[in-house]
């Protein structure tokens, strides 16, 4: 089992840049799948990014291609997300999730555990 606690999140102007951290307990981190997905108000759990458990292979949804970049520092436990040319509508609340195994990395369901969430608004 993994605990994750995301940080980074917070209040930034159109334009600007942001790194979300996502720190995970235990000792098998490098095995896990890591993703990032944000959720805004009313709105369904999106999927932005995932890296797979030695960082050989990163995934990226349309919309943040480009401006998104996804890595992981395994020897620290760590995933990161460097969040550049924010847009108001990247405002969400910003999610970590780590998955065993082998499926679709671009879904919800794929991913055991969670973070508790990171807000991250944007103002234009």
């Known amino acids: 089992q993994v605990q994750l606690v995301e940080s980074g999140g917070g209040l930034m102007q159109a334009g600007g840049s942001l790194r979300l951290s996502c720190a995970a307990s235990?000792?098998?981190?490098?095995?896990?799948?890591m993703g990032w997905f944000r959720q805004a108000p009313g709105k369904e759990r999106e999927f932005l990014s995932a890296?797979?458990?030695?960082?050989?292979?990163?995934f990226y949804a349309d919309s943040v291609k480009g401006r998104f970049t996804i890595s992981r520092d395994n020897a620290k436990n760590t995933a990161f997300l460097q969040m550049n040319s924010l847009k108001p509508e990247d405002t969400a609340v910003y999610y970590c999730?780590?998955?065993?195994?082998?499926?679709?990395?671009?879904?919800?369901?794929?991913?055991?555990?969670w973070g508790q969430g990171t807000q991250v608004t944007v103002s234009s």
């Open positions: 999730a780590a998955a065993l195994g082998v499926g679709n990395l671009r879904v919800v369901g794929f991913y055991a555990y």
């Open positions: 235990g000792r098998t981190f490098s095995s896990y799948t």
């Open positions: 890296i797979t458990w030695g960082g050989a292979s990163t």
